[in-house]
């Protein structure tokens, strides 16, 4: 009927929006700021008043042995860069070629499939401390002539096998999330198979898991510490030197203050990307 006007999907108009309108009025704000005071204050107040809270001060809260520590800790934190930069290097390659393995259609490259899905599911499966054990303390152990004996490499190599097999799931996602028919469209034009992925699919794939990939990000970082177990001299590692050495646990406060500082930033990024790709989704749905 021509005299009606178009109407709207209800998702774009309905209580999503109208509830983040709330949030933007002064009195929600208000309201909200003052919640959150009374929340945090009670919470304090029990913490303070606690019969062992002097004590637990001194052990955790110490402002001389936080300010001793800190350098320390920020000189250790660059091993831990390193390794997580290499790292995320060689992971998004081999989980690329891993995902793409996994995508192969035909009976032709079953094998190849099968060798993915037996990969991923045996590094997802054994927790991420027992692979840097078996690759820190197992290879050198072997006494091979020609192998490094540095646990700096194999604790990268160990972290890089078990992050690839959770990434290349991710990548897989993003694969499957583009539909045949763009891949079809690619064929048609005359692209091969090949040209069809690396042109066409993998592009829109990796746009689409850019969000979840950065969070699996944040999880490497963390896990850059767990090679301290086999000896490398990173940011944990020095903090229990540190601890151990003031007989405080200080110095554990100081290093989760610094992989907050390291992934907040990284977690907010992320939201903000998820926001953006909702975003542009609703705008194409009301086009």
């Not at 001389?64 to 995320?88: H, T, Y």
């Not at 002539?145 to 996602?173: C, H, I, M, P, Q």
């Amino acid at each position: 009927m021509s005299g009606v006007a178009p109407t709207t999907p209800p998702e774009l108009l309905g209580s999503r929006n109208s509830r983040l309108l709330g949030r933007l009025r002064p009195s929600g704000v208000l309201v909200a700021a003052l919640s959150t005071v009374v929340f945090f204050g009670v919470i304090g107040w029990i913490v303070v008043n606690a019969p062992g809270w002097p004590r637990v001060q001194q052990s955790f809260f110490s402002p001389s042995v936080f300010a001793d520590s800190i350098p320390d800790i920020l000189s250790a934190l660059v091993v831990n860069i390193q390794l997580f930069i290499v790292a995320e290097i060689l992971i998004l390659s081999l989980s690329l070629l891993l995902a793409v393995m996994r995508s192969l259609p035909g009976p032709v490259f079953f094998p190849i499939r099968l060798m993915s899905v037996i990969y991923v599911d045996l590094f997802r499966g054994v927790p991420s401390i027992l692979v840097i054990f078996l690759l820190g303390f197992g290879i050198p152990g072997l006494r091979i002539k020609g192998l490094t004996n540095d646990a700096f490499v194999w604790g990268l190599v160990a972290l890089v096998l078990v992050w690839s097999a959770y990434v290349a799931e991710v990548y897989r996602a993003g694969i499957d999330a583009v539909h045949p028919s763009q891949e079809a469209a690619a064929r048609s034009l005359g692209l091969s198979r090949f040209q069809s992925l690396r042109y066409v699919v993998l592009p829109q794939a990796v746009r689409r898991v850019i969000p979840p990939l950065l969070n699996d990000f944040i999880g490497l970082q963390k896990d850059t510490s767990l090679i301290s177990f086999i000896g490398v001299v990173e940011v944990f590692r020095q903090t229990q030197q540190d601890a151990g050495g003031s007989f405080n646990f200080t110095p554990y406060l100081a290093c989760g203050l610094v992989f907050l500082v390291l992934t907040i930033p990284m977690a907010r990024f992320v939201d903000w990307l998820v926001a953006r790709d909702r975003k542009r989704q609703l705008a194409s749905i009301a086009r």
